[in-house]
């Protein structure tokens, strides 16, 4: 399923090739962004009235309204698997909200404030704990990866969560956007005494692109905790801005795919063999318009292709690797 916004006072749901519901936010203002939930019962939504509602996707209604920010909130994460209950906003001013639902009730956990405005923010696969990453489009454009750590009760101190924060210059101009990549370890195809052997999850890696044209592969040292930028790519080739970029689900493969999206229509798929080796420029092609965001389905099968305010295509990949469109934009 994709939900569609972009900035327009209506949304909706597409449901493989039908479009299942439509959802009237014409009184909140423009709908900036629209998250499913980890199983897909319930929908947040960004407003221009600085209100994040969740709505119920059965009975097409809003069920909470989660009121902090100050400004037109612009992005929204849900925590997956163990973290469903957890949902983080971020509004045009920099405020960011980690909001916690518990017996129905809506709390904030944390907040904190970036400089500039949030572009993107996503947490990460929950295999590496509770993570999120918030991509900043000011001057320096900083990435700003926010953990919570627990804190095992003592006699000083209750039990409860800690929330460290690493900040650091990603793209001159600013980020527009991010993806975490998976954390299946190709242990999971593998046979014979390398098992026992091999890391239980990949090595923590996130993309990022920014408004230098550039996308960079970010690397964690889970001994230092610290961010170091492994690779950097570029297509020479192609014009526009880039928009987007989101890195494929992978299921124990040991290849990495990444696609980007300009605002000229431009698609591009990046591949990289394995962890370590350098990334290539796959395949290119165009869509009629402005490409705005990519979204993959979990099994990582279908991609779609945000067009516009209110368009979108679908793609599959076929079986020498290109990609078919199986939706007209609508």
Same mark, same amino acid.
């Given at each position: 399923?994709?939900?569609?916004?972009?900035?327009?006072?209506?949304?909706?749901?597409? @449901?493989?090739?039908?479009?299942?519901?439509?959802?009237?936010?014409?009184?909140?203002?423009?709908?900036?962004?629209?998250?499913?939930?980890?199983?897909?019962?319930?929908?947040?939504?960004?407003?221009?009235?600085?209100?994040?509602?969740?709505?119920?996707?059965?009975?097409?209604?809003?069920? *909470?309204?989660?009121?902090?920010?100050?400004?037109?909130?612009?992005?929204?994460?849900?925590?997956?698997?163990?973290?469903?209950?957890?949902? *983080?906003?971020?509004?045009?001013?920099?405020? @960011?909200?980690?909001?916690?639902?518990?017996? &129905?009730?809506?709390?904030?956990?944390?907040?904190?404030?970036? =400089?500039?405005?949030?572009?993107?923010?996503?947490?990460?696969?929950?295999?590496?704990?509770?993570?999120?990453?918030?991509? &900043?489009?000011?001057?320096?454009?900083?990435?700003?990866?926010?953990?919570?750590?627990?804190?095992?009760?003592?006699?000083?101190?209750?039990?409860?969560?800690?929330?460290?924060?690493?900040?650091?210059? *990603?793209?001159? &101009?600013?980020?527009?956007?991010?993806?975490? *990549?998976?954390?299946?370890?190709?242990?999971?195809?593998? =046979?014979?005494?390398?098992?026992?052997?091999?890391?239980?999850?990949?090595?923590?890696?996130?993309?990022?692109?920014?408004?230098?044209?550039?996308?960079?592969?970010?690397?964690?040292?889970?001994?230092?905790?610290?961010?170091?930028?492994?690779?950097?790519?570029?297509?020479?080739?192609?014009?526009?801005?880039?928009?987007?970029?989101?890195?494929?689900?992978?299921?124990?493969?040991?290849?990495?795919?990444?696609?980007?999206?300009?605002?000229?229509?431009?698609?591009?798929?990046?591949?990289?063999?394995?962890?370590?080796?350098?990334?290539?420029?796959?395949?290119?092609?165009?869509?009629?318009?402005?490409?705005?965001?990519?979204?993959?389905?979990?099994? &990582?099968?279908?991609?779609?292709?945000?067009?516009?305010?209110?368009?979108?295509?679908?793609?599959?990949?076929?079986?020498?690797?290109?990609?078919?469109?199986?939706?007209?934009?609508?």
């Amino acid at each position: 399923s994709v939900a569609l916004g972009g900035g327009t006072p209506h949304f909706r749901l597409w @449901v493989m090739e039908e479009a299942s519901a439509s959802y009237d936010c014409e009184s909140y203002g423009g709908v900036h962004d629209i998250q499913y939930d980890y199983l897909g019962r319930r929908l947040a939504t960004a407003t221009a009235d600085a209100i994040v509602r969740i709505w119920s996707v059965e009975k097409h209604e809003v069920i *909470a309204e989660l009121q902090g920010h100050k400004a037109p909130t612009v992005c929204l994460s849900w925590g997956q698997s163990r973290y469903a209950s957890t949902l *983080a906003s971020a509004s045009d001013d920099g405020h @960011v909200i980690v909001w916690r639902e518990k017996a &129905g009730t809506w709390q904030i956990i944390h907040q904190l404030n970036v =400089t500039g405005c949030v572009s993107e923010l996503a947490f990460c696969p929950p295999d590496y704990g509770l993570m999120l990453a918030i991509g &900043g489009f000011e001057e320096v454009g900083v990435l700003t990866v926010v953990t919570a750590k627990e804190i095992m009760a003592s006699p000083v101190q209750p039990a409860g969560e800690q929330w460290l924060v690493k900040a650091l210059p *990603a793209h001159d &101009g600013g980020i527009v956007g991010l993806s975490w *990549a998976p954390s299946s370890s190709a242990a999971t195809l593998a =046979t014979g005494p390398a098992v026992s052997r091999a890391a239980t999850h990949a090595p923590r890696r996130l993309a990022t692109a920014g408004i230098d044209g550039a996308i960079c592969i970010w690397h964690l040292d889970p001994k230092t905790q610290t961010w170091t930028r492994q690779h950097t790519l570029r297509d020479e080739q192609t014009q526009g801005a880039i928009r987007g970029v989101a890195w494929r689900p992978n299921p124990g493969i040991p290849c990495s795919l990444l696609m980007s999206c300009t605002e000229d229509g431009n698609i591009s798929s990046w591949i990289q063999d394995m962890d370590g080796q350098p990334w290539q420029l796959k395949t290119s092609w165009q869509v009629q318009g402005d490409a705005r965001r990519l979204t993959w389905s979990r099994g &990582g099968t279908l991609l779609a292709v945000s067009v516009g305010d209110e368009g979108s295509l679908l793609f599959k990949e076929g079986a020498k690797g290109e990609w078919q469109q199986i939706s007209d934009e609508f």
